[in-house]
């Protein structure tokens, strides 16, 4: 099976959750991580898990319109280009655009796409003054419509689904599961197992 991750920075991808993909490649699937990078060892490190790597332009924080579409066409090409069967997409931008993308790049094929939320991020920080509720005003409909492009949510605590919740932004019957595990290994088959790729503890 082709699986797409895609993350905000592959620096982070790699440290936080290098075994998720060296799990997935073990077990005989063909994973490409898209995430921006700052250098060579990143390309390097994701070649010592087996797993194809490119990178794609992201602003992380706050909204910018044009940038953050570029993002979004950009990803649609990648994922155009590949063609995964599942798509998992981690972090904040990435859980909207990379959710989007899956859903906009083809049509017909069999796939499925998922979100994996660490927390609710730069949006729903909680900072106060016009510029903090002008862009969580503006990051709900886009966090709303990421969601409803997912198949499952996956999220590292009760208190993130909790908020997100709480603000409306996921269906009522939207799937979700909490992954809230210390131990990578123990976070990683829960993960796994909500994604269908290994059977359920």
Request: proline share 5%.
């Amino acid at each position: 099976m082709k699986i797409a991750v895609i993350h905000e920075n592959a620096e982070a991808l790699l440290a936080g959750y290098g075994s998720l993909l060296a799990a997935m490649a073990s077990m005989g699937h063909a994973v490409n991580a898209l995430a921006p990078g700052s250098g060579p060892d990143a390309a390097a490190g994701f070649e010592a898990l087996g797993v194809e790597y490119a990178m794609y332009p992201l602003a992380p924080h706050g909204l910018t319109p044009v940038g953050d579409l570029g993002t979004l066409l950009h990803l649609k090409q990648v994922l155009y280009r590949v063609k995964p069967e599942l798509v998992l997409s981690m972090t904040s931008k990435p859980v909207v655009y990379g959710s989007l993308a899956a859903r906009m790049a083809w049509v017909g094929e069999k796939k499925t796409v998922f979100a994996l939320v660490e927390e609710p991020g730069f949006a729903f920080a909680g900072g106060g003054g016009l510029t903090g509720r002008l862009l969580a005003r503006l990051a709900k409909p886009m966090f709303r419509a990421g969601f409803r492009s997912c198949d499952g949510i996956c999220f590292r605590s009760a208190e993130a689904e909790a908020i997100f919740r709480e603000l409306g932004l996921l269906l009522p019957e939207a799937r979700t599961v909490v992954a809230d595990q210390a131990d990578f290994a123990a976070r990683d088959r829960a993960v796994l197992a909500f994604l269908g790729m290994i059977p359920a503890d």
